[in-house]
């Protein structure tokens, strides 16, 4: 009996601290992600509504192909040339050398797309992050749960 108090007493060591807080740290982490995900959604509308309120259509050049992020080269009607420093929005199947057309905002020629993609190819990426995030966090935090009350 006086072995049951003695250890009733003692504080939760860390490693049982860390245990009771995992299933915490996985949901904020998925509640993270899956907010991210929305941002980079949200954002590609709204540079969309910006280049559409004042577009302008040029043909440009791929200088570099990439998944993430291609190169491009175009001329305004001014005669200006232009190489937006992050490339061109939704840039995929895109090949180095390649003539596209491009949509770009007449106010901000750095802000450009490929003609006729628009955000909503960012909406599937997204809810696949999503949909990954909380399929990893929640059954996790199932098991950890489920662990805890069979310990108890």
Do not use: C
Not at 45 to 58: K, L, M
């Amino acid at each position: 009996m006086l072995v049951n108090l003695a250890a009733e007493s003692r504080a939760p060591g860390p490693s049982t601290r860390t245990r009771r807080r995992l299933p915490t740290v996985l949901v904020v982490i998925a509640t993270v992600v899956s907010a991210l995900a929305v941002l980079l959604v949200l954002a590609a509308w709204r540079n969309d509504h910006t280049i559409s309120s004042d577009e302008g259509v040029a043909t440009a050049e791929v200088l570099s192909a990439g998944r993430l992020r291609s190169a491009v080269s175009f001329v305004t009607p001014d005669g200006e040339m232009h190489n937006p420093k992050l490339g061109v929005l939704y840039p995929t199947n895109l090949i180095a050398g390649q003539r596209i057309d491009v949509e770009y905002s007449r106010s901000d020629p750095d802000l450009v797309r490929v003609a006729g993609r628009d955000a909503s190819v960012a909406v599937v990426p997204a809810l696949s992050v999503i949909v990954v995030a909380w399929l990893i966090a929640g059954p996790s935090v199932l098991l950890i749960r489920r662990r805890e009350r069979a310990q108890t």
